[in-house]
Every structure is written in structure tokens, then in C-alpha cells.
């Protein structure tokens, strides 16, 4: 007997249909796993995106949010504080998820999975300098070659290249990645360990340095640029209470430097942290000409490790300036700071014993005319000594005005050959002035690096010692590119001497800490002028 209709359908049609569905229930069941996956993710990522699935296409849409980014505000507790997802967990795209951030919301973008392992995050937009500071200011070190290469190809730098490295220099903090829908910025991937974490609230960020507060007696004569008249009214390098005066309480000064110069001094608080802020208008970036030094003079002063990510970068003529021989040794000599046997012959030899042969031949004839007087009768030789009297004061008047005469040519022609003497270098030039300061100041503890610092705070402390340290330099390259000093520049320090002294330190720090070449400083100051933003993820 035949199988009948019933019982093909029973046991042939049946398992067929069964069998025809099940990639519909597989897709079904596959894609809410996938989506209860990407979810999962979502959450442990601490994203807000919106996740949706097609159970019969299979495909699970997401609409990831996109991001600009800048640092919290300094004084967070949020910004010396890290998510705790670990970065090799994270999805692609998200690394920047690592650091808490100030988050704004500008936009959506759909994307269509069929995996869970296809899930990436929308590449954040951050400020390149913004988000180098941040860094930085945790900890991490920039990478003199990463920022060469970067420096040369911009954009197409390599993926993989690093930027910034651990505080121990053994692992990538920020290196270039793969661009991915990044729009012709800078694609970057960052990491970060809780290991990593050296700095705190209380650390100087990035472009901040720290002024110690000298100890000053203002009540000493010596502490006086011409202490031998204390009615001058040359400028003094000496905090006081006088209009233009800044009054200093604390012990240190807390100073911010940006690509232009100064932008914020403020006091140090007892614990060390950044206190109360300094109105000091005559410093700020572009104000004057004292600005300008005084960024050059602070830029000269920080340490080498901190001037790798110093925002301030000192013109190049001035650096050639400050290595350049400026100062005939003449003129040091003039000045008693150097003594002449110090330096190489330059002055005409000048012979007394002219002048001594001279009046040993007026003695004599003065002699012998009293001897003759003595032998004549008495009314021949009472004329004859009044003649001879009248005589010898003429003599006196003549000889001395000639003697007058001839000292005034011979300080001329002396200070005419001390200002085409054999120039000096600024270093040897500051080395010889501190040593006079050591004995203008009463203090041989006085050093190159504690003048420059005590120099800076005076121009925070007073604008006119300010402008006149700024004026001093200003005087010298002048006369640096005009090619040597005349008897005006002569007179001109003379009567500012230790603004001299103090401007000569200035100008040696620059030129032994900084080089024209500008090194992986000027690498990083171009990179971030050449890139605004980039894409963080």
C-alpha cells in the first residue's frame, strides 16, 4: 500500500518547512545576540548611543554620537582621574574614552553591524595644543622623533608613529593612527596607565615656571645702581613702596608663558599651589619692550627638560646676538670690571717720565736763577726775584692748563681705543659683571642663574626697573647690528652700570641655554601652529 498525501506532508513536507525557517530563527536569535553584545559594550563604555536591530535582515543600526573634546578646568578632581575601562578592551575608535574630558555633543553618525567585533566609536575632535598640554601636564614625555617626522609630513605622518611617551619613556602614549572618516585632520590613539600618574594639582603645568622670591634689603645703600649718590635718579633694581610697585607677599612667584609672552603671574600659596593673581600690565605678552625681554629672560632661565614643551621661543637674532662678541674689553676696563692686564693690548702706552723730566728741568733752572739772585747786590736782586716770581706763575698757569689739555686727549684717544679694542663674548662679558656684583652687592654667593632669577623678579616687583633692563637691551643691540658701541653707549652705561651688569647675565644665559636650532621645542611649537585639530580615537 502507497504512502498517502497525508503522510508525505507529515513526513517530508513538515521537516522541509522546519528546515526553511531555521535560517530565519538563526538570524533571528543571532542578531539579539549581537545587539545584546553591542549594548553591552555600549554600557560598559559608558556611551549613551541608541542601538536598534532588523530581525529578518540581521543588521543591528547604531547611532553613535560624535564628540569635540577639551580638558576639564585644572582645579577638577575629574582631571587627574582616568575611566578605569582598560585600554586594550576598548573598541576602536574610543581610546580617548580613557580620560575624562569636557564633552560637547555635535552630531550623530548610523552605523550598520552585523557583528559585535565591528563595533567602533566615532573618532573625537580635539584642539592639538589643548590636548598636548593635558597630557603633558599628567605626566607624559614628547617624543623628539615622533615630532620631527611630524614636524616634516603633517598628515601623512606614518600610523604607528609616536608622539608621546610614559613618564618612564617605556611605553606609547600618543601615537598616529590609521585616519578613519577623520576628514583630512590628524588621526591620534591614546593610552594610559594609573601607574603613569607622578604629577598632581600642586605640579607647575606645561609652560609654567616658578620665580623665588629674593632676599631683599631695601634699606641698604648698596642695593642701588649708583650707591654712591643715592639721589640719582637712575632706575633702582630694588622692591619698594613707590608708584608702579608691585607689593609680594609669598615667597614664590607662579609665572604662564604662552607663544606670545606672559600671560598670568600669580603668588604661590603657603602649600604650594597657584594663589592670588598679579596685575603685572607691563609685562604682558606685546605690551612693551619689557614684555618682550622678559619672556626671552624667562625662556632662558627654565630648565632643560621644561623648555621641551615651552610655548615661548626667543627670535632667533636675539639668540645670535647673545653669542655673538658685543663689548670691546676696553670698555670693561673703563668700567673697572675687568682690569687691563686681563685683556689684550689696546691702549697707547702712556710714559710719565716725560712729564717728570720736564719739571726736574724747571727745578733746576728755578735753582740755579736763585743762586745767581743771591751773588747780585740787593736792589738788582730784589728785581730780579720779583721777575723770576712773576715769571714762575705764569709757568704754573700755562704748564697747568697744558697738563689739563693734554689728560683730556689722552682720556680721549684712550676711550676712543678702548671702543675699537678686541670685542668679548656676553659670556666672558657676565662672568666679569657678577663678579662685580659680588662686590657691588656685598654678596659673593652671587651666581649667573640667582642674578637672572633675582632680575626677574625685580621687573615683576617694579616697572621701572623693567623698562630700564629693556631699554639697556634694547641699547645693546643697536649698537650690536650698527656695528660696535660709540661714547654715547659709552656714557650711556656708565651711568647705568649694574643695569649693565644685570643685562649682561640676561643676554649669557640666552646665549649658552638656547640655540638657533630650536630642536624638538620648535618641532613642537610648529605642529601645533600647523595643526589645529585633530581626531582623537
Known amino acids: ?69 577639551q580638558p576639564l578646568p585644572r582645579e577638577d578632581p575629574e582631571y587627574w582621574k582616568q575611566n578605569e575601562l582598560h585600554p586594550a578592551a576598548m573598541a576602536k575608535g574610543g581610546s580617548w574614552m580613557v580620560m575624562n574630558w569636557d564633552k560637547l555633543h555635535v ?44 614636524r616634516a609630513l603633517g598628515i601623512r605622518t606614518p600610523s604607528g608613529t609616536a608622539l608621546l611617551l610614559s613618564p618612564d619613556k617605556s611605553e606609547v602614549v600618543l601615537r598616529v593612527t590609521t585616519p578613519d572618516h ?39 645703600a648698596s642695593d642701588r645702581p649708583d650707591s654712591e649718590d643715592k639721589d640719582s635718579k637712575a632706575p633702582t633694581l630694588v622692591q619698594d613702596e613707590k608708584q608702579g610697585s608691585t607689593r609680594i607677599e609669598s615667597q614664590a ?44 629672560t624667562v625662556t632662558a632661565i627654565v630648565d632643560t627638560d621644561q623648555r621641551q614643551f615651552w610655548n615661548y621661543s626667543v627670535r632667533i637674532p636675539i639668540i645670535h646676538m647673545a653669542k655673538e662678541k658685543s663689548i670691546p674689553c676696553g670698555v670693561m676696563v673703563l668700567l673697572d670690571v675687568i682690569d687691563e692686564k686681563d685683556t689684550p693690548a689696546w691702549a697707547t702706552p702712556f710714559n710719565p717720565n716725560t712729564i717728570y723730566e720736564e719739571r726736574h728741568q724747571k727745578f733746576l733752572a728755578r735753582t740755579r736763577r736763585i743762586a745767581a739772585e743771591a751773588k747780585m747786590p740787593p736792589t738788582m736782586a730784589a728785581a730780579a726775584k720779583a721777575a723770576r716770581e712773576e715769571e714762575e706763575r705764569w709757568d704754573f698757569h700755562n704748564t697747568t692748563q697744558a697738563e689739563i689739555r693734554a689728560r683730556k686727549e689722552r682720556e680721549a684717544k684712550r676711550t676712543a681705543e678702548a671702543l675699537t679694542s678686541p670685542r668679548l663674548t656676553t659670556k666672558v662679558i657676565a662672568e666679569a659683571n657678577v663678579k662685580w656684583l659680588q662686590s657691588d652687592l656685598s654678596d659673593p654667593t652671587l651666581t649667573l642663574q640667582k642674578a637672572t632669577e633675582t632680575l626677574l623678579y625685580r621687573m615683576i616687583a617694579d616697572e621701572s626697573t623693567a623698562f630700564a633692563v629693556a631699554d639697556m637691551l634694547d641699547q645693546w643691540k643697536v649698537w650690536t647690528e650698527s656695528g660696535g658701541m660709540n ?21 649669557a644665559m640666552i646665549g649658552e641655554r638656547l640655540d638657533t636650532g630650536g630642536g624638538m621645542a620648535e618641532d613642537l611649537r610648529e605642529c601645533m601652529k600647523a595643526l589645529k585639530k585633530v581626531r582623537l580615537g
Open 253 to 296: 612667584v607662579h609665572l604662564h608663558v604662552g607663544p606670545q609672552g606672559l600671560l598670568h603671574a600669580y603668588e604661590e600659596r603657603v602649600d604650594g599651589a597657584t594663589g592670588a593673581i598679579l596685575e603685572l600690565h607691563h609685562l604682558h605678552a606685546d605690551a612693551t619692550s619689557a614684555s618682550f625681554w622678559f619672556a626671552c
Open 487 to 507: 661714547v654715547g653707549h659709552l656714557e650711556y652705561v656708565r651711568e647705568r652700570q649694574r643695569i649693565f651688569a644685570y643685562a649682561s647675565c640676561v643676554l
Open 182 to 220: 577623520s576628514e583630512g585632520n590628524l588621526s591620534l590613539a591614546l593610552a594610559w596607565s594609573p601607574t603613569w600618574n607622578t604629577r598632581n594639582l600642586h605640579s607647575l603645568p606645561p609652560s609654567w615656571t616658578r620665580i623665588v622670591v629674593p632676599e631683599i634689603d631695601n634699606e641698604s
Open 107 to 150: 552630531g550623530h553618525k548610523l552605523y550598520r553591524l552585523q557583528y559585535s567585533d565591528e563595533l567602533r566609536f566615532e573618532q573625537a575632535e580635539v584642539d592639538f595644543g589643548e590636548m598636548l598640554g593635558f597630557l603633558l601636564d599628567r605626566g607624559a614625555i614628547p617624543d623628539a622623533e615622533g615630532f620631527r617626522v611630524l
Open 1 to 69: 500500500m502507497g504512502a498517502s498525501a497525508t503522510d508525505i506532508i507529515t513526513y517530508i513536507g513538515v521537516p522541509l518547512a522546519v528546515l526553511g525557517i531555521m535560517p530565519i530563527l538563526y538570524t533571528c536569535v543571532k542578531v539579539l545576540i549581537t545587539l545584546e553584545k553591542i549594548k553591552h559594550e555600549l554600557r560598559r563604555h559608558g556611551s549613551t548611543a541608541a542601538a536598534r536591530s532588523n530581525l529578518m535582515s540581521g543588521i543591528v543600526e547604531i547611532e553613535l554620537p560624535r564628540y569635540s573634546l
